[in-house]
């Protein structure tokens, strides 16, 4: 990650602890489909680079993602086991929130990938995110993904220990452990290379990074 992009996350990350405290005060272009390993498979978009990432164009690659992921998810949906728990793993920055567009508290949804969430919600799909944030700001974080729409099962952000593990490696175990509690992961949704290496999802879907500009 560059330099850039750690103090823009540095700087969200404070405003999003500033913001809660005084709210409690009162009271990572077209797509194409490749094969992950035999057991899965992944959607992701063309490379694009530039100084600068468009919104516009950021939101429409976004979109060209889903829309392969929403028919995928509708039919495994419908084909639940009986018994059977089903989940979606999500990462979060630039994936379900717009955390590089903006410095705004709570950060607003990336609306295409929050459209398929809430379908799945709303089909008794639990969801989970796995992120590399810091674990001091889990509580900003929960309130951020509930508060734009977004029902949190699970929320998975690094220990002090997990600082110093390969974040690809991180990931995987905290996927293994959503499986280990008996949840099918029908799907994992991210935005980098790292977010969905090492298995443990049926399908994984990538959003557009741009040459880890929104990493």
Same mark, same amino acid.
């Given at each position: 990650?560059?330099?850039?992009?750690?103090?823009?996350?540095?700087?969200?990350?404070?405003?999003?602890?500033?913001?809660?405290?005084?709210?409690?005060?009162?009271?990572?272009?077209?797509?194409?489909?490749?094969?992950?390993?035999?057991?899965?498979?992944?959607?992701?978009?063309?490379?694009?680079?530039?100084?600068?990432?468009?919104?516009?164009?950021?939101?429409?690659?976004?979109?060209?993602?889903?829309?392969?992921?929403?028919?995928?998810?509708?039919?495994?949906?419908?084909?639940?086991?009986?018994?059977?728990?089903?989940?979606?793993?999500?990462?979060?920055?630039?994936?379900?929130?717009?955390?590089?567009?903006?410095?705004?508290?709570?950060?607003?949804?990336?609306?295409?990938?929050?459209?398929?969430?809430?379908?799945?919600?709303?089909?008794?799909?639990?969801?989970?995110?796995?992120?590399?944030?810091?674990?001091?700001?889990?509580?900003?974080?929960?309130?951020?993904? $509930?508060?734009? =729409? /977004?029902?949190?099962?699970?929320?998975?952000?690094? &220990?002090?220990? %997990? +600082?110093?593990?390969?974040? !690809? #490696?991180?990931?995987?175990?905290?996927?293994?452990?959503? $499986?280990?509690? =008996? /949840?099918?992961?029908?799907?994992?949704?991210?935005? &980098?290379?790292? %977010? +969905?290496?090492?298995?443990? !999802? #049926?399908?994984?879907?990538?959003?557009?990074?741009?040459?880890?500009?929104?990493?």
């Amino acid at each position: 990650m560059t330099l850039r992009l750690w103090a823009r996350r540095i700087a969200v990350s404070t405003a999003s602890a500033a913001a809660l405290v005084a709210l409690a005060v009162p009271a990572e272009a077209a797509t194409t489909a490749t094969s992950a390993s035999p057991a899965a498979s992944t959607a992701t978009t063309t490379a694009v680079s530039s100084a600068d990432v468009d919104y516009d164009t950021w939101q429409k690659d976004c979109q060209a993602v889903m829309d392969q992921a929403l028919p995928y998810l509708k039919q495994r949906i419908a084909n639940t086991k009986p018994g059977e728990k089903q989940a979606i793993v999500f990462d979060i920055d630039n994936t379900t929130l717009e955390t590089d567009f903006g410095f705004s508290y709570p950060q607003p949804p990336n609306q295409p990938v929050l459209e398929v969430a809430e379908y799945a919600q709303e089909h008794g799909v639990s969801l989970f995110f796995v992120t590399a944030r810091p674990g001091i700001i889990y509580s900003v974080t929960d309130y951020n993904l $509930e508060h734009v =729409g /977004y029902q949190v099962s699970g929320l998975y952000v690094r &220990s002090f220990l %997990d +600082l110093f593990k390969n974040v !690809a #490696e991180y990931k995987t175990a905290q996927r293994a452990d959503i $499986e280990s509690k =008996g /949840y099918t992961i029908i799907a994992n949704i991210g935005n &980098s290379a790292t %977010d +969905l290496s090492g298995g443990h !999802a #049926e399908k994984t879907y990538k959003l557009p990074d741009y040459d880890g500009q929104l990493s």
